[in-house]
């Protein structure tokens, strides 16, 4: 008999359809996330499930799952997963690192690139008919970015991968990190070095009680006046009335999220109406080929748990 496994979102055909070679799959079939009542009725009675960082996997949903034995995110993060009361009760949990790390990289890059050179703000003007004059000597002048330190807030692999692109922008790469990484193409700073050194600082880390609200008014008002923040890790690591008052107050030159504490983010947040702010709808590892990565190592991540074998990324 074919395991009974659960999925939360559709995506990628193939990848589902290989999972159906091997599974019973029970597919929740409309284009937006999972409802609540869903998902814990049909949870119940299944093998696997795969779920997505919409999903919010507590305990409730965990023990509705009672006879559960692994869970695979669509995602790097788990943060949307209690993963250690999922492991308490003997369920394997998987993620799907790596292969998003490029993407979202880049995103950072392209992110921080936006909102140096303006880039996001200069389409506005041309397009709102703002743009009069061939060319000034002072108009919509930017930040330069060679030469400039960049700070790492968490190098692990996307973090690395930023620094790698910084260093071809001949920018000198700084880091804070739990642990003292010793590579050779960044420094490690303490956390209140990171802050105060830093012309931008990109947001790489993961979202835990720790790192929660870790860049707050404080970690604002220690930045340089003419620094931009970038934060393509996770929301709720920045505390965003502290960042709109730093923002408009000109504590620092910018920001550019890709994350938010609510997603998609509240249009009512006075973020939206700043100008030196560049907004993108959680985009780090939107590409055609990565999400395609990510759909097939989901599937093998949860075919090779229930095989009951060890998946290649466990949390
Ligand atoms: P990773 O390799 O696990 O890196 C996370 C880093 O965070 C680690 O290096 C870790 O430091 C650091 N960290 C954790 N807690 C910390 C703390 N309290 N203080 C300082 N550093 C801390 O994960 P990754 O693959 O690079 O992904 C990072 C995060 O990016 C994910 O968790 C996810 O939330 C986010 N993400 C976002 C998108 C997007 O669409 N925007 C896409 C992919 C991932 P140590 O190594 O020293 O322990």
């Known amino acids: 008999?074919?395991?009974?496994?659960?999925?939360?979102?559709?995506?990628?055909?193939?990848?589902?359809?290989r999972l159906k070679?091997?599974?019973?799959?029970?597919?929740?079939?409309?284009?937006?996330?999972?409802?609540?009542?869903?998902?814990?009725?049909?949870?119940?009675g299944k093998d696997g499930a795969i779920v997505m960082l919409t999903d919010s996997v507590d305990r409730e949903l965990i023990e509705a799952g009672k006879g559960?034995?692994?869970?695979?995110?669509?995602?790097v993060g788990y943060d949307h997963i209690d993963a250690e009361y999922a492991r308490k009760n003997g369920i394997v949990v998987s993620n799907t690192p790596d292969v998003l790390t490029d993407s979202t990289a880049d995103m950072g890059m392209a992110l921080?690139?936006?909102?140096?050179?303006?880039?996001?703000?200069?389409?506005?003007?041309?397009?709102n008919k703002g743009w009069?004059?061939?060319w000034k000597p002072d108009f919509m002048l930017g930040l330069e970015v060679s030469g400039k330190t960049l700070g790492i807030y968490g190098l692990g692999r996307i973090g690395k991968a930023v620094a790698e692109r910084a260093r071809a922008f001949s920018m000198n790469v700084i880091y804070y990190s739990r642990t003292d990484k010793r590579v050779g193409f960044a420094e490690y700073v303490d956390?209140?070095?990171?802050l105060s050194e830093s012309d931008f600082l990109v947001v790489t880390v993961s979202l835990n009680e720790e790192t929660r609200n870790s860049i707050d008014k404080a970690a604002l008002d220690a930045m340089k006046n003419d620094a931009i923040l970038v934060n393509i890790s996770r929301g709720p690591v920045v505390d965003e009335i502290a960042l709109y008052e730093a923002l408009k107050g000109g504590n620092i030159a910018g920001a550019a999220l890709d994350v938010y504490t609510e997603e998609p983010v509240n249009l009512d947040s006075p973020l939206v109406n700043l100008?030196?702010?560049?907004l993108s709808p959680h985009l780090g590892s939107a590409t055609i080929e990565t999400r395609d990565k990510m759909a097939e190592l989901a599937v093998t991540n949860l075919i090779e748990a229930l095989k009951g074998n060890r998946p290649k990324y466990t949390v």
């Open 1 to 17: 008999m074919k395991p009974k496994v659960i999925v939360t979102r559709n995506f990628s055909g193939k990848w589902i359809e």
């Open 21 to 44: 070679e091997f599974a019973d799959v029970t597919l929740w079939q409309k284009d937006a996330p999972a409802d609540r009542e869903w998902l814990i009725s049909n949870v119940k």
């Open 68 to 75: 559960l034995k692994a869970i695979s995110t669509m995602s």
């Open 112 to 127: 921080l690139l936006s909102a140096a050179r303006r880039i996001v703000e200069g389409d506005r003007l041309v397009r």
């Open 132 to 134: 009069k004059e061939k």
């Open 191 to 194: 956390f209140k070095k990171l």
């Open 275 to 278: 100008e030196n702010i560049v």
